[in-house]
């Protein structure tokens, strides 16, 4: 259909629907017509956008989202107009919902190369349309951890789309594994819960390094949630604070070295070595000297780095 013609199909339905608004303010139109008015204007308006987008295929993607979401006001003032609330509020408010949802899921599919992207919106509009009817007989627990495996999902599908969005791969797991906590809380003590946390945060950052071994950065995230995700079980031991503490210093030490050996070939990869001699030496220091006089261990570092550089060296 050329321009002309939808200029002329979209001033006829704008008149139409101005007169039909006409009547109604004029109370020309019954009270209980009123609803079907605006059910057919805002229909209307949503068919013209949607025929729009089919007869143009899929160049005027764009008008799928006006479509779908005119569309679905109209069968929201139609549902909540029914007689005797024949549908509850829970199942109006998800139809609304996923009438958002819906076009960037369509546009996704039309154009998954370019548009990837519209997954995103579209399938948390569609976990959240999902709320309202879940609430109706599904546990919070339950009802927590679908959200956020859906949301998760949605980023490893634009993942498996295009190996290229590797990125997707770090918001992905996080959402997926963090689903699992809302069902932890129910069997499991909050120490545990702790360190599956920080695990599950740390697990994409790893994965995304044996994935490309060029995104070495991700080993120092994912190595220093990995330590502090030692913490919680830690203090659930008997072993003193003194020396937990120095145990998290010296296993950030050995991120650090982590970083320095799988870098081995690269002569400006010696870098790491520095901030893992210091933590290795606060780490003995808090287990050997206590939490006051590990200081103490940064004094005799500075006093060598000092006399290094002031001092003549040996031919």
Aim: proline share 5%.
């Amino acid at each position: 259909m050329n321009r002309s013609r939808w200029a002329i199909l979209w001033a006829v339905t704008l008149i139409l629907g101005g007169v039909l608004l006409l009547a109604q303010n004029l109370e020309l139109i019954q009270g209980q017509f009123r609803a079907s008015v605006r059910t057919v204007i805002f229909c209307g308006l949503g068919l013209l956008f949607l025929l729009d987008a089919i007869t143009t295929r899929g160049q005027d993607w764009w008008a799928l989202i006006p479509g779908c979401i005119l569309l679905g006001i109209a069968a929201t003032i139609w549902l909540a107009e029914l007689p005797d609330r024949a549908v509850r509020g829970e199942v109006i408010g998800s139809v609304m919902m996923f009438s958002i949802g819906l076009p960037f899921l369509l546009i996704f599919l039309l154009k998954r190369d370019t548009f990837w992207w519209a997954l995103i919106p579209g399938g948390i509009m569609t976990v959240l349309a999902a709320i309202p009817i879940l609430t109706l007989g599904v546990r919070g627990e339950a009802i927590g951890s679908f959200v956020m495996w859906a949301i998760g999902l949605g980023f490893i599908v634009v993942y498996l789309a295009n190996r290229q969005h590797w990125w997707a791969l770090i918001p992905g797991g996080i959402m997926l594994v963090l689903g699992v906590i809302p069902l932890l809380t129910l069997v499991t003590r909050g120490e545990v819960i702790g360190t599956f946390v920080m695990w599950a945060i740390a697990a994409p950052f790893f994965v995304v390094y044996v994935l490309n071994r060029q995104q070495w950065w991700a080993l120092i995230p994912g190595g220093v949630l990995f330590v502090i995700g030692l913490m919680p079980l830690l203090a659930t031991t008997q072993l003193h604070g003194q020396f937990i503490a120095g145990v998290f210093f010296i296993g950030l030490a050995g991120v650090f070295g982590l970083l320095y050996l799988v870098n081995l070939s690269k002569p400006d990869m010696f870098w790491p070595v520095y901030p893992a001699a210091v933590l290795l030496a606060v780490g003995i220091g808090v287990m050997a000297f206590g939490q006051n006089w590990w200081p103490l261990i940064l004094i005799a570092l500075g006093v060598v780095l000092l006399l290094r550089s002031i001092l003549p060296r040996r031919a």
